[in-house]
């Protein structure tokens, strides 16, 4: 396409060099006239490598960007934007009016910057005000109310970008499941292709993790509590993912879903907001008080002399103070103190007598 258009600049170039030189009366290529020859050649030439190089910086390239930038819209978006668009360019015909009664340039300059400033402006307000604009219709009759036939269908909500480690994790669709997780999952072209790297690699476990990755974004594609959007965006400035997934989170002003500690300090500092499952299941850990006894089977030996290690049924990890000789025995635990970690939530107890 691109050398299509570049070959179509270098005929467009010739043609205007050639209505150029006859309006400035250039004298014709003949061969009695050297330097005529020579300058009409070099004004050809010139012309041919402009069109040949810039008609696809302002045709094809253009294009690409506005047809990117409108895949990226929701259908809710798209609307208002064209509505939007069409009303301001009528708002801006009605007040360009009258100005074509002022002298030149001002006769079409204006008229032409005012439907331009209208245009553009009615088109990012309605996108901006669209639930309220929406409602508004709803409530003046113009617009029905949702159904509730369907109630399971996805609603228009927050934008959340899903990192690799997220669908590796396997987690993901349980969350989606309880209701915790709505609005549109945007998963990029280039976190599938990472899943698909993983899952081709030769280590099992890593195979089975990249498969797993697959797999429970087949499974969230087919759910419809939630919206699945494949994104073909990417930053070409970037090579790394969480990088990408960054820059395209704060220009979208959408959120990351990801449980990578690293992925979520460097997200935290560019100010955009980060959905941590490693985070959400710390939350809705049972708390723990001085004094409330626990039922656990010791596993292991702790890194201290004297402590033994157990585990509740959420990963909860307990340091049984003198437990070293109670491994692989099940006992009462009295709880003395709680330490929350980056990793987690730790419980420091003593076998009750």
């Known amino acids: 396409m691109n050398n299509f258009v570049r070959i179509f600049g270098g005929g467009l170039g010739a043609a205007i060099a050639v209505t150029l030189a006859g309006g400035a009366h ?16 070099a004004w050809i030439a010139a012309w041919v490598f402009i069109g040949y190089s810039i008609l696809p910086y ?15 819209l929701t259908a809710g978006e798209f609307m208002s934007a064209a509505g939007g668009l069409i009303v301001g360019l009528l708002i801006g015909a009605l007040i360009g009016l009258p ?20 245009g553009l402006g009615m088109m990012g307000l309605t996108v901006a005000k669209r639930q309220d604009l929406a409602d508004a219709l709803r409530s003046a009759g113009v617009l029905k109310p949702p159904t509730t036939d369907t109630p399971m269908a996805p609603m ?10 997220v669908l590796i994790d396997g987690r993901l669709t349980d969350v989606v499941a ?16 990472e899943l698909q790297h993983i ?10 993790r990249g498969r797993r990755g697959l797999e429970i974004l087949a499974v969230l594609q087919k759910d419809p509590r939630v919206a699945v959007e ?35 300090r460097v997200a935290q500092l560019d100010d955009v907001r980060v959905l941590n499952l490693n985070h959400l ?38 340091v049984v103070e003198g437990g070293t000789d109670l491994i692989d025995r099940e006992v009462d635990v009295s709880v003395t103190r709680v330490l929350q970690t980056v990793a987690g939530r730790m419980v420091f107890a003593q076998p009750r007598a």
């Open 26 to 41: 250039i004298p014709p290529l003949d061969m009695s006239s050297v330097g005529a020859a020579v300058l009409l050649f």
């Open 58 to 72: 302002v045709t094809v390239m253009p294009a690409r960007w506005l047809i990117g930038r409108v895949m990226t």
């Open 99 to 118: 100005m074509a009664n002022l002298p030149d340039p001002y006769r079409w300059l204006l008229p032409i910057g005012t439907v331009a400033v209208t």
């Open 156 to 165: 228009e909500g927050p934008v959340v970008y899903v990192d690799t480690s």
């Open 178 to 193: 309880s209701g915790f997780l709505w609005g549109t999952l945007v998963v990029p072209r280039f976190v599938v292709a």
């Open 199 to 208: 899952a081709d690699q030769r280590d099992q476990q890593r195979r089975a």
């Open 230 to 264: 494949l994104s073909d965006e990417d930053v070409s400035t970037e090579t790394e993912v969480d990088a990408k997934l960054v820059a395209l989170a704060r220009r979208r002003g959408a959120a990351i879903l990801t449980n990578d500690f690293n992925l979520n």
């Open 281 to 318: 299941a710390n939350a809705i850990k049972p708390a723990f008080l001085p004094g409330d006894t626990l039922h656990v089977k010791v596993t292991a030996q702790g890194k201290e002399p004297g402590q033994g290690l157990a585990y509740l049924d959420d990963g909860t990890l307990i």
